[in-house]
C-alpha cells in the first residue's frame, strides 16, 4: 500500500477555509457530471443538424461516458502519484476545450469526437474531486456531511441537466450545452489554480489541506487503463449491436466476445503487473469491494432515467427541449434531499440500511413509471414517479460513497475515488446501452406515441427489477458500519 509523503517546502500563505476547497471540488464534479445528461434534451436537435442516426444519438451519451469511465483508474492512481491538484487542473483544462471543440462541430464525428475527449478530462478530474474533499475533511460525521454535499451536487448535476439543456436549446441552439462549460471551466480553473493547496506546500497554515503525493516514482499503467476502456467499449457496442442485429448474429456476439476478452486480459495483466492501475488486493476489502459492486448494479439502472424521461417527455407528450427540463426539476430537487438527509439516517441506522431503504424507494418508483401512458397527465407519468426515483437514488448514493472510501489509505486516496466514479459511471453507460435495446426491441420499429411509450415502460420495468437485485445484493454484502457517526 502507498505512502503519502508530503513535501516540507513552506509557505507564507494563509490557507483557505475547508468550505472554499469544498465548493471548488464539488463545482469540478457539477460540470463533469452534467455533461452525462444535460445532452439529453438536446439530442433530438443534434439529429436534426448533423444528421445523426438512433445508434449515434445514444453514442453521444455513450462516447463521454465511456471514456469517463474507462480512463478514470488511470486519472485516480495519476492523483495519487502527480498530486491532486495538478491532476485536477488538468483535467479541467482538457474538459473545457473538448467542450469547445464539441460546441463547434460541423459533422457528426467531430461530436463524438468531441464528446469522447470531453470524457477524457473529466476522468482526469472527477477522482480529484473527490480526493480534495476528503484530504479537507477529517474521516468522521463532518465527512460524511461533506460527502453528502458532493454526492448532492454530482447528482444535482446530472439532474439538472435536463432543465439547463432545456434552457439553453430553447434559448441559443443545441451547441450551448457544450459551449456553456467554457467559461464556467475558466472561473472554476481560475479558483482552483489559487485556492486549492498547492504542491510542495506544508506548514500550519494549510496543515492536512496541504497537496500530498506518493512518493515511490511509480509510473501510470498505460496499458491497464487502455486495456480497461477498449474492453469496456467494445463491450458496450455490442450490446449496442443487438438492437438492430439480433443477440444471435455475428455482428453482436463478435464484439460481446472481443469485449469480455480484453477485460479479462486487463484482470491477468494487473496481476502480474508491479505498479497495477487496479490493484486486485484492493478488491478484497468488503467496504470497497461491496460498495463498488452495488454502484455499478445501481448505476445500471439509475442512469438510463433521464434519458428515457427526456425522450418520452418530447417524442410522446410533444414537451419543447425548457418544457422537457422543467418537468424534471422537481426530481432534481429530490435527489439533492435525498443526498441531504442522508448522513442524518446513517448515524441512526447505518450506512448499509440508508442504502438498501434509498435502492428500495428506487425502484418503487421505476416500478410506477413503467405504468406510464401516451396521454397520462404530468402528475402521474412524471412527477411522483420521478420524485421516488431520484429521492431513492440520493439516499442511496451517499453511504455507498462513504463505505467505499472510508478507511482509504492516503496512497490510494485518488484510485478509490476513481473506482467509485468508475463503478458508477461504467453501470450507467451499460446498462443505457442494454435498457435502450430493450426499449427498441419493444417498440419493434414502430414510431407511433404508444409503441415508443411500451418501450420506454419495458425499460424502467427492467430497471426496478434490477434495482431490486441491488437492494438483496446491498443487504448480504454491505458491511454493517455506521459511517458518519462521530
Not at 445514444?58 to 483508474?73: E, H, K, P, R, S
Request: charged share 10%; hydrophobic share 55%; aromatic share 6%.
Amino acid at each position: 500500500m502507498l505512502r503519502a509523503a508530503e513535501d516540507t517546502v513552506p509557505t507564507r500563505r494563509t490557507a483557505p477555509p475547508t468550505w472554499v476547497v469544498v465548493a471548488l471540488a464539488c463545482a469540478g464534479q457539477f460540470l463533469v457530471v452534467l455533461d452525462v445528461s444535460v445532452v439529453n434534451v438536446a439530442l433530438p436537435s443534434m439529429r436534426a443538424d448533423l444528421g445523426l442516426s438512433a445508434t449515434g444519438l445514444q453514442w453521444v451519451v455513450n462516447a463521454y461516458a465511456i471514456a469517463f469511465a474507462g480512463f478514470m483508474l488511470l486519472g485516480g492512481r495519476a492523483g495519487d502519484l502527480y498530486g491532486r491538484k495538478r491532476m485536477f487542473l488538468i483535467g479541467l483544462a482538457l474538459f473545457t476545450l473538448a467542450s469547445l471543440a464539441g460546441g463547434l462541430a460541423r459533422h457528426d464525428w467531430e461530436l463524438l469526437a468531441g464528446r469522447a475527449v470531453q470524457g477524457l478530462g473529466a476522468a482526469v478530474l472527477a477522482p480529484s474531486t473527490l480526493t480534495l474533499l476528503t484530504a479537507a475533511v477529517p474521516e468522521g460525521a463532518a465527512r460524511a456531511r461533506a460527502i453528502a454535499t458532493w454526492t448532492a451536487v454530482g447528482a444535482g448535476g446530472g439532474a439538472a441537466g435536463g432543465l439547463v439543456g432545456g434552457v439553453l436549446v430553447d434559448g441559443l441552439s443545441w451547441r450551448w450545452v457544450l459551449l456553456i462549460n467554457v467559461p464556467v471551466g475558466a472561473v472554476v480553473l481560475a479558483g482552483s489554480a489559487m485556492w486549492v493547496p498547492p504542491a510542495r506546500a506544508k506548514s500550519r497554515a494549510w496543515g492536512r489541506l496541504a497537496e500530498s503525493r506518493a512518493g515511490d516514482g511509480r509510473r501510470l499503467d498505460l496499458p491497464g487503463a487502455l486495456l480497461v476502456t477498449a474492453g469496456l467499449g467494445t463491450l458496450a457496442y455490442g450490446i449496442l449491436q443487438t438492437e438492430a442485429e439480433g443477440w444471435t448474429a455475428a455482428a453482436t456476439l463478435v464484439p460481446l466476445a472481443a469485449g469480455l476478452a480484453l477485460i479479462g486480459l486487463f484482470l491477468a495483466v494487473e496481476a502480474r503487473a508491479k505498479a497495477p492501475l487496479m490493484p486486485l488486493k484492493l478488491l478484497r476489502v468488503r467496504s470497497v469491494s461491496s460498495a463498488n459492486a452495488a454502484m455499478f448494479v445501481s448505476g445500471s439502472a439509475m442512469f438510463c432515467m433521464w434519458f428515457f424521461m427526456t425522450l418520452y417527455a418530447q417524442n410522446v407528450l410533444g414537451y419543447s427541449p425548457l418544457d422537457a427540463g422543467l418537468a424534471l426539476v422537481p426530481s432534481s430537487l429530490a435527489v439533492v434531499l435525498g443526498s441531504k438527509v442522508a448522513p442524518q439516517v446513517m448515524r441512526s441506522v447505518g450506512a448499509r440500511n440508508v442504502a438498501v431503504l434509498g435502492t428500495l424507494i428506487a425502484a418503487a418508483g421505476f416500478g410506477w413509471q413503467s405504468r406510464m401512458t401516451a396521454d397520462g397527465s404530468y402528475t402521474t407519468v412524471i412527477l411522483l414517479p420521478g420524485v421516488l426515483m431520484m429521492l431513492g437514488a440520493g439516499l442511496a448514493g451517499t453511504p455507498l460513497a462513504a463505505l467505499a472510501t472510508s478507511g482509504a489509505a492516503p496512497g490510494e486516496a485518488g484510485l478509490v475515488s476513481g473506482l467509485v466514479n468508475t463503478s458508477r459511471t461504467m453501470g450507467g453507460s451499460l446498462g443505457l446501452a442494454v435498457m435502450s435495446t430493450i426499449a427498441a426491441t419493444r417498440t419493434g420499429g414502430r414510431g407511433s406515441a404508444a409503441a415508443l411509450t411500451e418501450g420506454y415502460a419495458e425499460a424502467f420495468r427492467t430497471s426496478g427489477y434490477v434495482l431490486l437485485v441491488g437492494a438483496v445484493l446491498m443487504l448480504a454484502w454491505l458491511p454493517r458500519t455506521r459511517t458518519g457517526q462521530g
